[in-house]
């Protein structure tokens, strides 16, 4: 039989289990309570400013205000290059999502290129996805308002309004003013973040040289945006710096003038007033329509430029390096005078051949029979090379090559352009590094008529005649003036004092007198003279490219461009009180006075007179090469390449 047993309860027990658990679980509630008021206190008191800013970012967007580009001018306050209002479509990837999702309803409302949408791949892959990417510049206004009704189906897709660089001169100034061009990730790293929101920067010339000033500084806006991310109402600004206009030394009608004096031919020319350095006029012929790469060029008229043999895209005034030829004679026959080798009236014979010691074949002068007794002012009217030839070994190479460094030769002049190119100044020490080679004295009579290693560019070679013009060579430049709006004043850009040519005025007075013979009658160069109503001072030249004795009876017009004679003129006007210096160089132009004399002559006229010079399409072009024209400078014999040969015997 099962026997059961009762349990008594213990009510003292329960009732102190019953403590200990509301004990445990009230402090369990004041723990709870605890953290959450630590927590509350952390969000609302110690990251307070942290947590009200990223709620105040989530309502107000920061969106860039880009600055106007500043407008360049020229002298007279007309416009080279300024600003026009357009649309252009934005697309930020990472609210946009895939491409294959509104990129096809997007080509048929833009009408886009496969150029175009290959840009915009590329760049999307280069660039971070909160960055909105360019898709199309200068959307049309038809498609701006297909755009606009069906606008809610492409978030992260925007249009935007900016400043389209315009360029109304395009080719005319191609090589001076430049171009703008889109930025890439190189240029953002040299830019850095904060002009990041910059569509745009200076590629080349003038846009490139003073960029920096021309861009202005980025402002910014504080947009109060919906739960969406629409832009509500702006709730601050800080208002961007436009960049600063700036003004031209150049004149436009002086421009156009030399750029038709050229007519059908190709070169370079400059002119540049002496007494300042302010370049009037610059040319680089043929040039290229500059709008063409503000937006990105297409790839077929950029295959056009480049395979044109003339090279439009290369700027002749400051990477192009020509031989001088006869156009440096009145810079040495300074060099003779200041050096006291030379007296102006010491005379050498001319006979028309000129031999170094015990070498066969001689240097040849223009004339074949010679020009008599020469002395200093005869040399320069009659480019007698003779007179050069020994005046240059009187001289020695290295006191040669020092005056011509003086004169400004071999150095980049430091006109206010990017990639100035120094030239090449013959001397023993370039021709060991270059060649390996010991000099000759056959090498110093090349250099004294301006060939054999020669590299000038025409800003030096105008540099250096306004020099003698004015008595101060002075650093050519573009720039005269800057504001900071459109309602600031000009203020001058400040330019470095000129220097002295020479110590002697004396003999830079009996420089000039050669100089101005040139354009009289017996001169080389007269016939460009004939008829003017000022008087004018100057000198041929022609650069040799291959020997006569190859060419003697072939017409230079069936021979390839690049190995016809490069015609040169260097000139100043008026010779009482000069006001322009030109350098003219002519790419198988022939003999100076046949072709870079007549077109400077043009350009005298346009700046002394206002004449505008008529279509050149009947240029004179010298019949052959052996037919002289009075004087072609440089002399080219058909000895001159092997006497060469045997001074280094």
Do not use: C
């Not at 021979?559 to 006007?573: C, D, E, I, K, N």
């Amino acid at each position: 039989m099962r026997s059961h047993r009762r349990v008594l309860k213990n009510s003292h027990a329960e009732a102190e289990q019953f403590r200990n658990r509301a004990l445990l679980a009230f402090s369990g509630v004041v723990v709870a309570l605890g953290v959450l008021a630590g927590w509350y206190f952390n969000l609302q008191v110690l990251q307070h400013d942290e947590y009200a800013t990223r709620s105040e970012n989530n309502r107000i967007k920061l969106r860039p205000v880009v600055p106007a580009r500043g407008v360049i001018y020229d002298r007279n306050g007309r416009i080279l290059a300024d600003n026009v209002p357009a649309f252009r479509v934005d697309v930020t990837p990472e609210e946009a999502g895939a491409p294959d999702k509104w990129l096809p309803g997007l080509a048929e409302i833009f009408s886009l290129t496969e150029e175009e949408i290959e840009q915009f791949e590329k760049a999307r892959r280069t660039t971070r996805g909160f960055r909105p990417i360019t898709l199309k510049m200068r959307v049309s206004e038809d498609e701006a308002a297909r755009f606009a009704v069906d606008r809610w189906r492409y978030p992260g897709v925007e249009l935007v309004s900016y400043l389209n660089r315009r360029y109304p001169h395009g080719e005319l100034l191609s090589h001076v003013i430049g171009y703008v061009g889109r930025i890439d990730e190189d240029d953002l790293k040299t830019l850095g973040e904060a002009n990041a929101a910059l569509t745009h920067i200076g590629k080349t010339g003038i846009e490139r040289s003073y960029d920096e000033a021309l861009r202005g500084q980025v402002g910014f806006e504080r947009v109060e945006t919906n739960v969406e991310g629409r832009s509500m109402r702006v709730v601050g600004r800080m208002p961007a710096m436009p960049g600063a206009d700036l003004r031209l030394s150049i004149d436009l009608d002086l421009q156009q003038a030399m750029a038709d004096a050229f007519g059908e031919f190709e070169g370079a020319a400059v002119a540049m007033d002496p007494r300042t350095g302010e370049v009037l006029a610059m040319v680089s012929l043929p040039g290229y329509d500059t709008n063409l790469f503000v937006n990105g060029i297409s790839h077929a008229d950029y295959k056009t430029l480049i395979d044109n043999p003339s090279r439009p895209l290369f700027n002749r005034l400051v990477l192009g390096g020509v031989a001088p030829g006869s156009t440096l004679k009145p810079l040495i026959a300074l060099a003779g005078l200041d050096s006291g080798m030379r007296q102006p009236e010491d005379r050498v014979m001319s006979t028309g051949m000129f031999y170094l010691p015990g070498v066969r074949r001689g240097w040849g002068d223009a004339s074949r029979g010679g020009h008599g007794w020469t002395d200093l002012r005869k040399s320069i009217s009659h480019s007698v090379n003779t007179y050069y030839y020994k005046l240059a070994l009187d001289l020695g190479i290295e006191r040669f090559a020092h005056y011509m460094r003086e004169y400004g030769f071999g150095e980049p002049t430091g006109v206010d352009l990017v990639g100035e190119i120094g030239g090449i100044l013959p001397s023993p020490e370039y021709k060991m590094q270059m060649r390996r080679e010991r000099w000759y004295p056959g090498d110093t009579v090349n250099a004294s008529i301006g060939q054999g290693d020669w590299k000038v560019t025409p800003l030096q070679l105008v540099r250096s005649i306004a020099g003698i013009a004015d008595g101060s060579l002075r650093r050519p430049h573009l720039t005269l003036e800057q504001r900071g709006g459109f309602e600031a004043p000009w203020q001058a850009l400040p330019q470095p004092p000129g220097a002295p040519i020479s110590s002697n005025p004396e003999n830079l007075q009996v420089v000039r007198e050669g100089m101005a013979a040139t354009m009289q009658p017996g001169g080389t160069g007269w016939r460009m003279a004939l008829g003017a109503e000022y008087t004018m001072a100057g000198k041929t030249g022609t650069a040799q490219v291959t020997s006569r004795r190859d060419n003697a009876a072939v017409d230079p017009r069936s021979l390839p461009l690049h190995l016809r004679h490069r015609s040169l003129f260097v000139g100043f006007a008026p010779v009482e009180d000069p006001t322009i210096a030109v350098a003219v160089a002519v790419e198988g132009g022939g003999y100076g006075g046949s072709t870079a004399a007549p077109i400077a002559r043009k350009i005298f006229d346009a700046w002394l007179t206002g004449a505008m010079p008529e279509p050149a399409a009947d240029e004179p072009v010298p019949a052959t090469i052996a037919e002289s024209d009075g004087g072609p400078a440089g002399a080219e014999t058909p000895e001159a390449g092997p006497a060469v040969t045997e001074a280094r015997r």
